[in-house]
Each structure stands twice: as C-alpha cells, then as structure tokens.
C-alpha cells in the first residue's frame, strides 16, 4: 500500500506511527506532517486543496490510500473530488464524501439525523437570527444550565453551555446577530443539558459493516478538576472505568447500529471513521455530538491500544470487508498527557525551542504542534506535545507519562497533573 495521511498534529502522528508498523505499508507520506511524522513517514508539504496539486501527487506517487485526518478537508469535499475523477477513482479515500460529513459539518443536520434513526440525544430545536426571539422563548422552557451550539465547525470552539438565562440570552444574541463564530454561528442548536459521565467510541465503517475502536475518554479543560476554558483536549485515556461490557452493548444496539443503518438508508456514501460524543446518564448511553473522523486527542490512546493490522483495516474498509475481520486490543490502560504552550487557549508565543526529547524512553511522543529549524524542534502551537504511555493500570500508565514529561522541557511548557481524576 502506498499511502498519504492528510493533517499536521498528534492525530495524524499517531495515525502514521500506526501504519508504520504495517507490513502491508510500501511508501507513506504525510502532507504537510510534522517533525514527529518525518521520523516515520516522509513529509510532503504541497497544497492539498488546491485539487490539481492534490491529484498529480496522487498520480505521480501511485498512491492507492488517502486517509484525511482534519475535519475541515472532508467537509470541503476532499473525498468528493477524489471520486469524483475518473483517474482516481480506484483510489481509496478513508474519510466520508461531503454529504457524510456534514454529521460534523452542521450540528443541526446531525441532530435531525439522530431524531430520525431513534439515536439517543437531547432535546434540541435550532434558530436563526430570524428566529431569534423564538430561541430566547426555548431558552425560558429548559432547565439550566443551558447548551448553544454553532451549527458549523468551530475549531472546537463553538459549544457554550451558560448556567444564567440572562447570559444564555446574550450569548444567543452574540451568535446570531454578533456572529460571534462567524459563519459557523448563522444558525445556532439550543438542547437540553445532559449530566452524567462523557466518553468517546469510535468506528471505522464501510457504509455496511463496521469495527469498534477502544473506548476512550478524553480532557477539554484547561484546568485541574476540569475547571477554566476548553480546549482542543488536555490529554486522554484508554479503557474507561465505567464503561464495561454491558454499556458497550447498549452504544452498540443503540447507537452505533442504527447510525450505520442510517447512513445506509438516507444512502450516505460514507467510509472511514465516526467518532460517537457519548455521555452516560443514569446508565443510559446518549450521543452529544458525531465527528466524522478520529478524535484529537483520543487517537494518540486508542491507536497504541489497537493490536490490529491498521492498514489492513483501511483496505478492508475501502473493499467493503470489514464484516471479515477481527478487531484486537491491548489490555493494558493507555494514558495521553498533552503539553501545551503557556497561556493557550488565549494568546500564547511559538518558536520555543524543545528540549530533552532525545531522553524519553517510556513513552510514545507524539508532536502535535511542533516545526523543525535549524535542527532544533520548536514549539508551534498551542497544543504541542502528547505523551502516551501504557500501565498496569491508570496510576502506572500516569505516572510513566508524568515520568517523560520531566525530561522535556520549553519555556511555557504546561500541562494538566490529573488526568483521570474522575475515574
């Protein structure tokens, strides 16, 4: 097989760091990649929306799979224009066409997804600025505290959920007459708040057939005992406590199924990987949201943990045999720690030279935001490093990861010492 992942953070890493070690895997590339997938696949920096470039390097390369890993590229309709050309068409595209991706891509459409295929999930209704003082009427009927959603995407961003209907009200208000998440806010779902326990499941489907992924449950808080700003993700871990046999099936009878058989009868065209939001009330599995791809930093657990041929997987997913293969884990607890620059998720500075790389020898790093100069390794985002490491159990798997993270340093470096703490 000869590959290319598309994305540039810990995700794709993984990703590569998985196909890596597939015997099936001839050539693999990442565009634009980073200095972790350098280490493992040869980076290609050209600009993969602009299709001409994307197809020629498709064509000149003999590539055979593309796996896109950003939500962005997909929602554009990547997959679409790969398909859609008659000299690629035997090209397999691990990420749904357009229409698919839209589980993510619009928030409403997912909702009404769900409502259709009796999904489990929150009451919603969504408006727009026409319908605004409509929306601030829902908001008087729910119990606080109150959920707004963008409709679009929102690099994560686009979730409030506001204890005080006065806020809710003037949050409502920025969003739609404000454009506060620009165009992703037009058109904004308002639902009821959930409480309970949120984990993360992932599938790889063909549009018939699927395989379950490790559970896993990942940290969007910025600070200790989940407090402070949301963020792109604090770090992960693999399995879940709460989340055994039992609860599995239900997400599988109840959600998983009939999102596949759904995809099936609205006939969605969609291969690659569904990322299930899910929350746990009062034992009972509900879906918060649908990602059309893998999680970030969910991956950087679950892929370690997947003892699985990942190649052979992809291409059972491209020819439409997923239902032949076995899936197997590893049964050791994964756990990520993700370090990040200092003041992100506001304002923060890049360029910070990383040190002591060379030393970690018990954990995998995979480099979310990082860029090589000079051969020093700089910091480049505001999620920079993760750090997966495996244990016995939680507290061995965090403490080899806490272990790793002291031999690293640069100026800023920050990260959450309690992932986990819920478990």
């Known amino acids: 097989m000869k590959i290319l992942v598309i994305g540039s953070g810990g995700r794709e890493h993984a990703i590569c760091w998985k196909l890596a070690q597939s015997k099936l895997v001839e050539n693999l590339y990442a565009?634009?990649?980073?200095?972790?997938?350098a280490q493992i696949a040869k980076n290609v920096n050209f600009d993969f929306e602009n299709f001409e470039n994307l197809k020629d390097f498709i064509l000149n390369n003999s590539i055979d799979?593309?796996?896109?890993?950003?939500?962005a590229p997909l929602v554009n309709g990547i997959h679409d224009q790969i398909s859609e050309d008659e000299s690629l068409s035997y090209v397999n595209v691990i990420g749904p066409k357009k229409h698919g991706a839209r589980l993510e891509g619009s928030k409403e459409f997912?909702?009404?997804?769900?409502?259709?295929?009796?999904?489990?999930?929150?009451?919603?209704?969504?408006?727009?600025?026409?319908?605004?003082?409509?929306?601030?009427?829902?908001?008087?009927?729910?119990?606080?505290?109150?959920?707004?959603?963008?409709?679009?995407?929102?690099a994560g961003k686009g979730v409030l959920i506001i204890s005080d209907l006065q806020t809710a009200k003037e949050e409502l208000n920025n969003m739609?007459?404000?454009?506060?998440?620009?165009?992703?806010?037009?058109?904004?779902?308002?639902?009821?708040?959930?409480?309970?326990?949120?984990?993360?499941?992932?599938?790889?489907?063909?549009?018939?057939?699927?395989?379950?992924?490790?559970?896993?449950?990942?940290?969007?808080?910025?600070?200790?005992?989940?407090t402070g700003l949301n963020t792109g993700g604090m770090g992960a871990i693999s399995p879940v406590s709460f989340v055994?046999?039992?609860?599995?099936?239900k997400v599988e009878e109840r959600i998983v199924k009939p999102t596949v058989a759904g995809l099936k009868k609205d006939n969605i065209d969609y291969k690659g990987f569904i990322f299930f939001g899910l929350i746990e009330v009062k034992g009972e599995p509900f879906v918060i949201e649908y990602n059309a791809r893998l999680g970030d930093p969910e991956t950087e657990v679950v892929l370690p943990?997947?003892?699985?041929?990942?190649?052979?997987?992809?291409?059972?997913?491209?020819?439409?045999?997923?239902?032949?293969?076995?899936?197997?884990?590893?049964?050791r607890t994964a756990v990520t720690v993700m370090t990040v620059s200092g003041g992100y998720p506001g304002g923060y500075s890049k360029g910070k030279e990383i040190i002591g790389l060379e030393k970690v020898t018990n954990s995998i790093v995979f480099h979310a935001g990082t860029r090589k100069e000079n051969n020093k390794i700089l910091t480049s985002g505001g999620?920079?490093?993760?750090?997966?490491?495996?244990?016995?159990?939680?507290?061995?798997?965090?403490?080899n990861s806490y272990k790793s993270i002291y031999k690293v340093d640069y100026s800023g470096m920050t990260y959450r010492k309690d992932i986990g703490f819920d478990l």
């Open 31 to 37: 565009c634009p990649g980073n200095p972790g997938t």
């Open 65 to 71: 799979t593309v796996v896109v890993g950003p939500e």
């Open 110 to 154: 997912s909702k009404k997804f769900m409502f259709r295929h009796d999904v489990p999930t929150a009451k919603y209704q969504s408006f727009t600025a026409e319908t605004l003082e409509k929306g601030e009427a829902f908001l008087e009927t729910l119990t606080p505290p109150f959920v707004l959603k963008a409709d679009g995407l929102a």
């Open 176 to 226: 739609l007459l404000e454009a506060k998440f620009g165009d992703a806010g037009s058109t904004v779902v308002i639902e009821e708040f959930l409480d309970g326990l949120e984990f993360s499941v992932f599938a790889l489907t063909d549009g018939k057939d699927y395989v379950i992924l490790p559970v896993a449950k990942d940290y969007k808080r910025i600070g200790e005992g989940d």
């Open 244 to 249: 055994n046999d039992i609860m599995m099936q």
């Open 305 to 331: 943990r997947l003892k699985s041929d990942f190649a052979e997987l992809l291409h059972a997913c491209g020819n439409g045999t997923l239902a032949e293969k076995k899936i197997e884990f590893d049964s």
């Open 383 to 399: 999620r920079v490093l993760a750090f997966t490491s495996f244990g016995d159990d939680k507290q061995e798997a965090l403490l």
